[in-house]
């Protein structure tokens, strides 16, 4: 298996993006459910506290207020999800590759010489800089085949948006 990620490095507050993740089966067998999963710092077992698969996806932990129940808070959120999108979706729903995982979405089966693409649509909501990490595996209970990091800035201040006279809207300017 080979796999890329992207995510543009620098982004501002408010600003939607996409986390791209493309999988291809180099090897001659059917890969049987094709999974991302997503991880705040890295997705190394064990992970230091408040990283790994502790924090919820595209977030971060807060460390220094140890007695919350949930120190988890988004730097993302998450608006689009990858996978076919049906009739939930409409409703809010996650899209077709949801897991019962929090943190993990599934392609299923990826046949020999085939490439699956990932695409989650994000928009940044805490400024910083923060690390988005990835792990690919050929199933949810498999071991990791691919895995990577990606770090990026996001600006305190959102992106500036004009309104032409016609009514479309551009950003800058």
Same mark, same amino acid.
Request: overall charge positive; some cysteine; proline content about 9%.
């Given at each position: ?7 543009? +490095? ?5 600003? &939607?993006?996409?986390? &791209? ?57 998450? &608006? +689009? ?67 990577? &990091? ?24």
């Amino acid at each position: 298996m080979r796999a890329s990620a992207s995510l543009p +490095r620098f982004q501002r507050l408010a600003q &939607t993006t996409s986390l &791209t993740i493309r999988v291809r089966n180099v090897g001659r067998v059917t890969l049987p459910d094709v999974s991302v999963t997503i991880c705040n710092v890295t997705c190394a077992y064990p992970a230091p506290p408040g990283e790994g698969t502790q924090a919820a996806p595209f977030s971060a932990d807060i460390a220094a207020l140890p007695s919350l129940a949930d120190p988890s808070r988004p730097v993302w959120i998450l &608006t +689009r999800a990858p996978g076919p999108c049906g009739y939930g979706c409409a409703g809010g729903a996650q899209g077709g590759a949801a897991t019962a995982y929090s943190n993990t979405w599934a392609f299923g089966p990826l046949a020999a010489g085939q490439t699956a693409t990932f695409r989650w649509t994000l928009s940044a909501v805490r400024a910083g800089r923060h690390i988005v990490a990835w792990r690919v595996s050929p199933s949810l209970s498999g071991g990791a085949l691919a895995s990577g &990091t990606l770090s990026v800035r996001i600006a305190s201040a959102p992106p500036s948006y004009h309104v032409s006279p016609e009514g479309s809207v551009t950003e800058g300017g």
